[in-house]
């Protein structure tokens, strides 16, 4: 149990659909970040929230659609995907003040797009 | 933030030592070493960083050489659920205005396969 917990586990939608990604930490970090890992690449930083406001978008396509109403929660909203927006998606937060700099990372979200 | 070059794969003999080398040789004197590892179809999982001096903890050691250049990972007792891809990154920490780390940039790392 890492404290920061991502819905659902699989998910499986045609390139139609609208569906959404969910991510919850339970540590009172104030830093919730998405990651994407497809097969055999690197993960890639997505997006980065701080205090709920976006301080970071990595030309992500707007088919993707973050969403932070809270310092604990964590969205995703995902509509027209393309298949090769199949991958793992991850969710990791950070501690306010904490020097360290330690991500802590759910155990992600796997994406299949039909 | 620096490039770090790792050997794409390794293995270790169950209750060995397992020493992972890191090059960063462009690393300026604000970044830090971390390392992460990544058992297979889960999240990242944070190990150790350091700056300059080496630094242990519960999992493993981290040492840095005097020109911080390079840094060796080293897991004292390899165990089969030490399988993983074990991630360094190099990086300033950058805390932001509203609290928390900025974004690590990950690399390929190293598969380490653990052998029985």
């Known amino acids: 149990e890492t404290g920061v917990t991502q819905t659902p586990r699989h998910l499986v939608m045609g390139m139609t659909n609208k569906k959404s990604l969910k991510c919850e930490q339970h540590l009172g970090h104030n830093a919730m970040y998405w990651y994407k890992q497809s097969a055999k690449k690197p993960l890639e930083l997505m997006f980065v929230y701080s205090l709920e406001e976006r301080v970071e978008n990595n030309s992500v396509p707007s088919r993707f659609s973050p969403e932070c109403p809270n310092s604990s929660h964590l969205f995703l909203h995902l509509h027209t995907l393309q298949p090769e927006d199949s991958a793992l998606y991850l969710c990791?937060?950070?501690?306010?003040?904490?020097?360290?700099?330690?991500?802590?990372f759910g155990e992600g979200s796997r994406l299949t797009v039909l | 933030d620096a490039k770090t070059t790792q050997p794409p794969s390794m293995d270790c003999a169950e209750g060995r030592a397992a020493n992972l080398p890191c090059n960063h040789s462009?690393?300026?004197?604000?970044?830090?070493v971390y390392w992460y590892r990544q058992i297979h179809s889960q999240g990242p999982q944070y190990i150790i960083h350091?700056?300059?001096n080496n630094e242990t903890n519960e999992m493993a050691s981290l040492i840095i050489t005097e020109d911080r250049k390079s840094s060796t990972l080293i897991l004292p007792h390899a165990t089969l659920r030490d399988t993983a891809v074990y991630y360094c990154?190099?990086?300033?920490?950058?805390?932001?205005?509203?609290?928390?780390?900025?974004?690590?940039?990950f690399g390929k790392g190293t598969h380490l396969i653990i052998q029985p």
């Open positions: 350091g700056l300059k």
């Open positions: 990154i190099v990086r300033v920490l950058i805390i932001m205005p509203g609290g928390g780390a900025d974004g690590l940039t």
């Open positions: 990791a937060s950070s501690q306010g003040r904490d020097i360290t700099g330690e991500l802590f």
């Open positions: 462009t690393i300026s004197g604000n970044e830090y």
